[in-house]
């Protein structure tokens, strides 16, 4: 293929060392740690293999008594009664869910089980989603593992918590995490973060690392002081390309790589280590446990405690067209879904083949009914959908940028390695047309046209596109040592994103807010504070790093003299 000139170095299991705090590995070693305490507390997320870690916690701890949440929580079907008006009939999107997890709970029984605790001489254990409910009392344990893995184990036959959906798709069993069970499990984690005595990853089945509470809360912290990488993750898709089995060393057997999630502290993880055990942990919990120091004090008073920027691959090199879509406008979100803000998005190109276009805005003059009704039709399989009838198709080359507010129609054509650029609620994408395919699993991939022509603006066409989407740089500095550049995005989006070009040396203040960048030109760079706040950081090709709001400001340095570009995003205000 030879997509790079040179040996890419892109790092796929990125780390960040901490000392001065134990670790622990395999389950004689962990429950060794709390074997004398006389109430011992394992709270889960939704997703631990309950079976494996209960089992393994009990025959080392040997308790008098255990009490196990499943036997606390409502029936699965009173559950799923609960959920159903959230989850709606879509195959993909439901309705955000805003209660707690004591919504789910029979609290006669909850009430049973405390006094069942109260009432014990000997050692007890309780074990399960939401366990420290039970009492406040002994050690708290905290069992956790990445929404990644949890999907994994949805595609292998888990169900969701309590329901006996093992055969159930996908993308509804992803569905009931997205809208429900991960929201209150954020929520109830979030209570916990001071509480933990110990945080458990299980993340690898019969492989559990356990770390102290206080080394785990310390990690996070540091965190917030210095630049990182999350852990990136990888999937195959129907229309996916090769340039990231090239770039990032995966696994050349498989048909191919569509996509990447390298930049969505929601979705990756970080890996922690401590004395040389791995703990893997949500990035989600830096997130909720530190958001101003994570994310920066205006950022978080607009958005809460929540990533607004995420960055994504979307590799089409060698592979096909994605499938044309839209985004719903802010108002149609809300009112929808119950989210608070919308996926405003651009796509920055790392690299294009010749033929490599991006589909954005209505060509002038067409006719909107006409378009809808033809989308309908394709939706049968009766005809297929001609988008280059309706729908520009603007070349594409390496370092163009194409700003895509909600409510544009849009798709990359093959032949296009994309960083996608956006707002973080990436589910809410309406397909319109997907080039008469079906996905891996031989069904065909849900289409919403019912949503889209809802929020499609038709005003955005050839010169509209042309005027305010494509390609709208603004050099903002520039002298010997380096050049700054603004890309985007367009002033409906919230999201500022900036090039920075240096053969030297550029320096850039944070304003005490966060930034997520990519190196997308140049071999490596190094990331240093001007404070010495931090340790430099080296940077290698197409990766993605995150600088905190509470690392201050920072320079970015070319190595040996080599040219180099930054893209660089953060919120507006």
Not at 112 to 127: D, F, T
Not at 443 to 470: F, S
Request: with cysteine; net charge negative.
């Amino acid at each position: 293929m030879g997509y790079l000139l040179f040996t890419s170095e892109f790092e796929t299991s990125p780390e960040v060392r901490i000392d001065g705090y134990a670790a622990f590995q395999g389950y004689t070693d962990i429950v060794r740690q709390f074997e004398d305490t006389l109430i011992l507390t394992v709270d889960c997320y939704p997703g631990v293999h309950d079976d494996e870690v209960l089992n393994a916690i009990a025959e080392g701890y040997s308790p008098d008594l255990i009490i196990h949440m499943k036997d606390i929580f409502l029936p699965g079907e009173q559950i799923l009664g609960i959920m159903r008006p959230f989850l709606t009939d879509d195959r993909v999107r439901g309705v955000m869910y805003h209660g707690g997890v004591i919504d789910f709970i029979d609290r006669s029984r909850l009430n049973e089980a405390r006094k069942q605790v109260e009432n014990c001489s000997g050692k007890v254990l309780i074990y399960g989603f939401a366990a420290a409910l039970v009492t406040n009392e002994g050690t708290l344990v905290y069992a956790d593992l990445a929404r990644w893995e949890i999907q994994l184990r949805y595609r292998t036959g888990m169900p969701n918590y309590k329901l006996q959906n093992h055969d159930e798709e996908f993308l509804r069993k992803y569905k009931c995490g997205f809208f429900v069970e991960w929201r209150i499990a954020d929520k109830h984690k979030a209570t916990l973060y001071d509480r933990m005595d110990y945080y458990l990853d299980t993340n690898e089945a019969q492989h559990p690392r356990m770390v102290e509470g206080d080394g785990f809360r310390n990690a996070l912290i540091s965190l917030t002081a210095r630049p990182f990488s999350l852990v990136p993750y990888f999937d195959p898709g129907v229309w996916g390309g090769q340039w990231m089995k090239e770039v990032c060393h995966l696994d050349p057997s498989q048909p191919n790589y569509a996509w990447a999630f390298v930049g969505v502290p929601e979705e990756n993880s970080l890996y922690l280590n401590f004395g040389g055990i791995r703990i893997e942990s949500p990035a989600m919990n830096l997130t909720k446990y530190r958001p101003e120091e994570f994310l920066g004090k205006k950022t978080f008073s607009r958005f809460g405690a929540e990533f607004p920027i995420r960055f994504d691959f979307l590799d089409t090199m060698d592979g096909q067209n994605l499938s044309l879509q839209v985004h719903p406008t802010t108002e149609y979100i809300v009112n929808t879904f119950g989210m608070t803000y919308t996926q405003d998005e651009s796509y920055y190109i790392m690299d294009a083949k010749d033929d490599g276009a991006v589909y954005l805005g209505f060509k002038e003059g067409i006719d909107p009914k006409k378009c809808i009704a033809d989308l309908k039709t394709a939706s049968t399989g009766a005809k297929p959908f001609d988008a280059d009838v309706y729908v520009n198709k603007w070349p594409a080359k390496k370092h163009d940028h194409f700003l895509i507010p909600a409510g544009t129609v849009h798709c990359s054509s093959k032949n296009c390695m994309v960083l996608e650029i956006s707002a973080t609620p990436y589910i809410f994408t309406f397909k319109l047309w997907d080039w008469d395919r079906v996905d891996l699993d031989g069904l065909p991939r849900p289409i919403h046209i019912e949503h889209g022509e809802k929020v499609l603006q038709y005003h955005r066409d050839t010169t509209w596109v042309r005027d305010n989407l494509i390609n709208r740089f603004e050099v903002l500095e520039y002298n010997d040592d380096y050049t700054v550049t603004r890309t985007g995005l367009h002033e409906l989006e919230f999201i500022e994103t900036q090039l920075l070009e240096t053969s030297s040396q550029v320096y850039i203040p944070s304003h005490h807010e966060f930034a997520q960048l990519n190196l997308v030109e140049g071999m490596k760079a190094i990331v240093t504070s001007p404070s010495g706040r931090f340790a430099p950081m080296e940077i290698h090709y197409a990766e993605t790093f995150i600088l905190p709001a509470d690392a201050g400001d920072y320079v970015i340095e070319a190595v040996d003299g080599e040219a180099i570009k930054v893209i660089k995003a953060d919120v507006r205000f």
